[in-house]
Nanobody, 122 residues
Framework: QVQLVESGGGLVQAGGSLRLSCAAS????????MGWFRQAPGKEREFVAS????????RYADSVQGRFTISRNDAKNTVYLQMNSLSLEDTALYYC???????????????WGQGTQVTVSS
C-alpha cells in the first residue's frame, strides 16, 4: 500500500499562485508514477498532471499547460504542483494519485489521497 497525503490548498485570488504537496509513504519502492487530478462541483474528475518516478517525464492537461509545473523530491517522497496564473476555472478539489506499472501516464491510479481544496476568487 501507498499512502498519499496532500497539503497546500486554500483560497487565492485570480492570477495568483499556490503550491500543492503530496507526501507518499508506505510501499514507495514500487516506484509508482504520481500526479494530480481535480474535480470541480458538478463535474467529473479530470487529469491535471503526472510525473514519472525518475522525474524525467511529465504530462499535463492542455488546460494547465504552461501554468502548472509538477515536480518531485525523492528524498522526501513528495510530489509538488506549482500552480500559477490561477483562474476561476481552476477551483476544484485536487487529488494526488499514484499508479504502478506505468512510466508517467495515469489511467487507472492504484492509490488516491483525500484531496485538498483549491478555491480561486475574483
Amino acid at each position: 500500500q501507498v499512502q498519499l497525503v496532500e497539503s497546500g490548498g486554500g483560497l487565492v485570488q485570480a492570477g495568483g499562485s499556490l503550491r500543492l504537496s503530496c507526501a507518499a509513504s508506505g510501499r514507495t519502492f514500487s516506484r509508482p508514477a504520481m500526479g494530480w487530478f481535480r474535480q470541480a462541483p458538478g463535474k467529473e474528475r479530470e487529469f491535471v498532471a503526472s510525473i514519472s518516478w525518475s522525474g524525467g517525464s511529465t504530462r499535463y492537461a492542455d488546460s494547465v499547460q504552461g501554468r502548472f509545473t509538477i515536480s518531485r523530491n525523492d528524498a522526501k517522497n513528495t510530489v509538488y504542483l506549482q500552480m500559477n496564473s490561477l483562474s476561476l476555472e481552476d477551483t476544484a478539489l485536487y487529488y494526488c494519485a499514484a499508479q504502478r506499472n506505468t512510466v508517467v501516464t495515469l489511467t487507472t491510479p492504484d492509490y488516491w489521497g483525500q484531496g485538498t481544496q483549491v478555491t480561486v476568487s475574483s
